[in-house]
């Protein structure tokens, strides 16, 4: 979802390039592909939080459509919590609409291709 992210992007830095800056001091350009990096660490820790955390508040990721929906559900709860709590808060960025859109939609679409990916027993 990370190459998905830079192909929809407008050309622009990642969100996480700004944080590395941050920890690292310097300029967020000087950070594209630790940000990028660490975005795909987050997306990794996001799949397995998924895959080990729905069995464990009791629901089936056996049926794909279920899958799908729970996986729909995640990447929503993925967006949200960037948007308001990494972004905004950890960052401290005020996104434009037009970044907030394409933030919204990778991470809808990677919760659902997750989601799917588990469902049909593609990765478990």
């Known amino acids: 979802m990370t190459v998905v992210m830079m192909v ?3 050309g622009g830095l990642p969100p996480t ?4 800056a941050k920890l690292g001091g310097g300029q ?6 630790p940000g990028m990096a660490l975005h795909l660490v987050y997306g990794v820790i996001a799949g397995i939080v998924f895959a080990v955390g729905v069995p464990l508040v009791g ?3 056996g049926s794909l459509g279920v899958a799908i929906g729970i996986g729909l559900v995640y990447g929503i709860v993925l967006m949200i919590g960037g ?5 905004r808060t950890i960052m401290e960025m005020e996104p ?11 991470h809808v679409i990677y919760g659902v291709v997750l989601g799917a990916f588990l469902g049909a027993g593609i990765i478990a």
């Open 83 to 87: 948007m308001m709590f990494w972004m």
């Open 17 to 20: 390039a700004a944080l590395v």
């Open 59 to 61: 629901l089936s990721l």
């Open 8 to 10: 929809m992007g407008d």
């Open 28 to 33: 967020p350009g000087d950070y594209t592909m």
């Open 96 to 106: 434009d609409r037009d970044t907030m859109m394409m933030f919204g939609t990778v």
